[in-house]
Structure formats: structure tokens, C-alpha cells
């Protein structure tokens, strides 16, 4: 369906929600603030958004509170709360064209992408979740006769919700989903890039017959809106997707306030271990899928591609061929695969990453920035061979199609490179040997491991990280325990 659309003409026809999304209803923000919401790929404005600030969080929180105490979403039962989650996704499915449009007009993403996976995938989750909560059951304790000991999942509350923009309707649906059909009232802050997909998605919602209050989305900019919500005392829980630095902020807003829960998706610089006895032609195409995919705004990217030496040279030159299926462009057009970065500031980022790969290792392939469109947000993808394990580029979250290539000779070396990183968010191994796959997996220090594949990821599997990756998992049954309290009630008898 989605391939016979006309994007260029549903964009310019596409209405922009921006105002804040408050107890059910959009309105500006308490001080009038306002900021621009600019499209990556060619500079223009595309709407000026509702600044939210430290009032605007309270009053979310105050009709989030409101609403969890008079049980208007709290109260129902899972599968009450299953109608109206399931109600939600298939709005989601009926507007796919307008949700997609609205990320990648907002930071860059190919609407090929945003169509068949993004959207649709918001709509998955949202199923997943909502047919999942009638299906959990809570415990009784084996005390023995004269006891009942249950042991039951609560709501938190007040959840507080703060996503980044490389994937800004499923980063908020990972945390909306679960946050939901556990019962728990949200206040969402968007990424300041992205919050236009947020803005639709609350009024789907209501419209899907979520009561008002549950779903308040406010954005602003991370240092206000979001260190708002980060300290707020009537906030349960915090739960972040974002780059580790920020991630470690609301840590300390936690620690200095009351003492919310924190979890934590944050960054990574995911190993790809190719062994020379892989499949090379399959592993070259996937290893281009794994740092080129959404133009390597991707946490659990592979942005670290260890080779092992007898097959370094020819592996190398697969692997550029295979960057040949990723063509650079205009996001509306659909022979489009990596769009522009998500702003200015972002692709001087990455671009400096590339001058500091020139220093420290070889350039195989790629390395330019280019404008088009009045845009300079566009990188050609980019190789570096022969690099050191403790270089730069090999180390430091560069968010961006730059991948570092470092050569093996033993598996423990591979290993020991993989592992030596201040993250752990995933890593993929190519080999013919399961055995080999196996052992090197067991001893991967990741929150995933993919084999024989890259970026394995799927509704009923846990994602998340280790180390400064972070802690807790989304998606999955695994989801839920981040959103509900363990309460037990002991009964005599
Ligand atoms: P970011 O940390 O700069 O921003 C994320 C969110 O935090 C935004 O909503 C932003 O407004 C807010 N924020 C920024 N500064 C803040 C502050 N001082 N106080 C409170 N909130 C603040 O990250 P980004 O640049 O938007 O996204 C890229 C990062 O996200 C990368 O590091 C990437 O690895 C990570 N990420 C991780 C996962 C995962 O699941 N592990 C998934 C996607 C992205």
C-alpha cells in the first residue's frame, strides 16, 4: 500500500500537532515558549512547537496523578485495558502513511523505513503489549496451611518517559506499550528533534478511548522539560532512552529528589566478530545493514567490525560493494535507504569523528559530507580499516554510518577486544561452527548477541544493555517488571 503513495504530496499536506498534550487536550505552554521543529534534509521549519518547562511538567504529573487515583485506568482490569491498547494499535495501522511521515520529516529517516517498520512496528508493540496483560498471572506464596501470601503486580503510578529522536514513535511506544497495560499514567517528554509523531500518537490514543490524563505528552528541550521530569517528587518511575551521559543525570535527579526508579536504555558501540570461516558474502551485506540501517542512528549498531586477518582484505572489499545497496538521498523518495542526520549539530559531530579517523587510521571507503537540498546533514558511508582497538572511533559512540574495522588473529583476542568496551549493549558473531558461536556468545558481554545475523530484535525478546549501556530491559513480558511494584498481602486465617 504504502508504495503507491505519493510522499511528496501527503507532506505538503501533512498538519502538524504542537501544542502540549495535557489531560487530554493540546495546549500552550504555561509561558508561552516556543520552539522550531526543523526537517533535516532540507532546512526548512516545519512547525514551531509548545516549549513545555518545569510548570508544564507539573501539571502533567498532576493530571497523570489525578488520573491514576480515581482508578479511571488504574481500576480497569488487563483486559479492559487490552480494548482500548488494542483500539489504539489499529488506529495506528489506519495512519500509518501520516505517522511515518511525520518522523521522517522530522529527523531524517527514509520513508521506506518509516512506513514498513517504524510505524507499523509502533502498532505491533502496541499489540504485543496489550494482548500480553490478560495473560499474566500473580502468585501465591507456598506458606502452607493458616497463611495466604499473595504476591501481586501493582501499578507504579506516575511514570516519566524521556526518548531520543533516532526512532522517535518506537522509542515512545517501548515505553508506552508496557507503561500502559500495566495501568500506570505517562507523561512522555520527546526528544526536542523529534516530538511531532509523540503529538499524534497521544490524540490516537484518546481516540482509541484512553482517559484523559493517562497519556500527557510535553515537549521541551532536555535541560528543562526533561530535568523537570527527571526530579519531579510525584514521579514513580523514570524511564529513559538517550545517550549514556544524559542517562547518568537521572541518576542524580533521582538520587537528589525522591528516590524514583531509574531505567536506563543508553548508548553502545556493538562489536560484529567475523570469523574466517563465516558465510562472507552474507556477513558483508548484513555488516553494511548493521552501521548504515537508519544512517547509524541505531544504539545497538554495529559500529566496531572485528575480522579475523586471513580474510581481513577480501572481507573489506564485500563489505564496501555491499555499501553500494544504500543509496544516500531525499528520505520522501523510496529508493532512498540512509537519509539525512538529524541536524546540523549532529552531523558536525560525526564529521569530526571522520576527521579523527583520518588520524588514526585508513580510510577505506567514504568520508565525505555533502549538501543537497540546502542541507549539510548528509554522510556518505564511511570505512576505516587497520584501526586500533584503542582508538578513538573504535571506543566512542559516534551515532552516524562510521565503522571502525579492526583485525583478529585468535578468538581470545577477538573476545577480549569485544568485551573491552564501556559498553554493552550487542554484538553479533558470524561462523559456520556452533560450537564456536556458542562459546564466543557465553562469553559476549552484552545484553544481546546475534548470530550468524545482526541486530536480532523482536516484541517477545528483551532488549537493553549492560555495563554503561545500561539496566532493565524493554519489550517483552521482561517489560512489565519496570512498571509494577511487587506488593504483598498476607492474609491469616
Ligand atoms: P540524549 O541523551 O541527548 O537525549 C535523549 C533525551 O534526553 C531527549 O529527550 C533529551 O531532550 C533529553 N535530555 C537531554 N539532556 C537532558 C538533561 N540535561 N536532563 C534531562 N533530559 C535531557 O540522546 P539523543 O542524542 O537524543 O539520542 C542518541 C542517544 O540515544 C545515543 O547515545 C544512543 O545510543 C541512545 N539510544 C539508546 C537506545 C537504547 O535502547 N539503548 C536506543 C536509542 C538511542
Redesign the pocket.
Known sequence: MTTTIDWRARAASLKFRNGLYIDGRFRDAAKGGRFETVNPANAQVLTAVARGTAEDIDAAVAAGRRAFEDGRWSGKSPAERKAVLLRLAALIRENVPELALLDTLDMGKPIGDSSTIDAPGSAHFFEWHAEAIDKLYDEIAPTGRGDLAMIRRVPLGVIGA??????PLD?ATWKLAPALATGNSVVL?????SPLSALMLAELASEAGLPDGVLNVVPG???DA??AL?LHPDVDALV????????K??MTYAGTSNMKQVWL????KSPNLVFADADLDRAAEMAAFGILFNSGE???ANSRLLVHRSVQEEFTQKLIAATAAWPLGDPLDLATRMGPLVEKSHADRVASYIDIGRKEARLAHGGTRETRDGSDCYIQPTIFNEVAPDARIARE?I?GPVLAITPFDRDEEALRIANDSEYG?AASVWTKDLSRALSVSDRLNAGTVSVNTVDALSAMTP???VKQ??FGR?LSIHSFDKYCALKTVWVKY
Open positions: 524521556v526518548v531520543p529522536w533516532n526512532f522509542m517528554k520527546p526528544a526536542e528533534q528541550f532536555g535541560e526533561g530535568r527527571g529513559f532512552t538517550g545517550s549514556t551521559k544524559v542517562g543525570l537521572f536504555e543508553t548508548g553502545g541505531v544504539c545497538s559512540e551515532f549493549l532488549f537493553g544493555g549501556s545500561g524493554d
